[in-house]
Every structure is written in C-alpha cells, then in structure tokens.
C-alpha cells in the first residue's frame, strides 16, 4: 500500500494510512468469516466476545471456530476487495501519467494468464 501512496503523490501519513488500511482489511475479514458461521456458534462467539476490544482479542476467540488457512484467505480477500475500491475510488482524481504508473504498477503483480482475461 505505501508504494501505490508513493506512486501516487500522497503527501499525507503514508504509514498511518497503511495501517488504517490493514485494520480495515482485518475487520472485514473477521466479518466475513463469523458470516459463514452458523448462529449458534455466532452466539458462543458473542458470549465470549464480551468485553473485547481488539481484533487481536476478536482473532483469538476465532481462532478456536475457524483455522488459519480460512482467516487467512479471508484476509486476502478482503484485502483485495477493499483496494479495488480504494483504486476505484481514487482513479477519477488522478492525471493521465499517475493512472498509467499504477497501471505498470498493478500489472507487474499479474500472472500471464490474468493478463489474458
């Protein structure tokens, strides 16, 4: 996230707004998988949950209906999703030479056969 901010010019907390972005990410996440879980155990989670004010806390309690291999691919997903809204959102606002640094940029991430599709 901080070489697409350099990238782009942003001026502002560059690190700040990483981290912001991860927590985002990490809190949709978690959101995601407690969706996938039934509501009981969306109850038991709730009862334990109480009183808990981090994601670490969140992931903890988690940790014990889902595995890492699930977080973690739900994290990447989220991550994904949020940074496809965050270019969505941002692509209207930049010059003709930024979209096409982010475009070189972006595409040096692709696969040879993402870039077919």
Same mark, same amino acid.
């Given at each position: 996230?901080? &070489? ?6 942003? @001026?502002?907390?560059?690190?700040? !707004?990483? /981290? ?11 959101? /995601? ?5 039934? $509501?009981? @155990? #969306?109850?038991?989670? #709730? ?7 981090? *994601? =670490? @806390? ?8 889902? &595995?890492?291999? =699930? ?5 990447? #997903? %989220? ?10 959102? *941002?692509?209207?606002?930049?010059? =003709?030479?930024?979209?096409? $640094?982010?475009? %070189? !940029?972006? =595409?040096?991430? &692709? ?5 077919? #599709?």
């Amino acid at each position: 996230m901080i &070489s697409v901010l350099n990238l782009l010019g942003f @001026r502002e907390n560059k690190e700040a !707004y990483a /981290d912001e972005f991860i927590q985002i990410c990490e809190k949709q996440a978690l959101v /995601d998988l407690l969706n996938t879980l039934s $509501k009981e @155990r #969306k109850e038991e989670i #709730k009862q334990k949950m109480v009183g808990a004010e981090s *994601v =670490q @806390r969140t992931q903890a309690v988690l940790s014990e209906y889902v &595995s890492s291999e =699930q977080y973690t691919e739900a994290l990447e #997903k %989220a991550a994904g999703a949020i940074f496809v809204q965050f270019v969505q959102a *941002v692509v209207p606002t930049l010059s =003709q030479q930024q979209v096409n $640094k982010l475009q %070189a !940029y972006m =595409q040096s991430f &692709s696969s040879p056969t993402e870039m077919v #599709k």
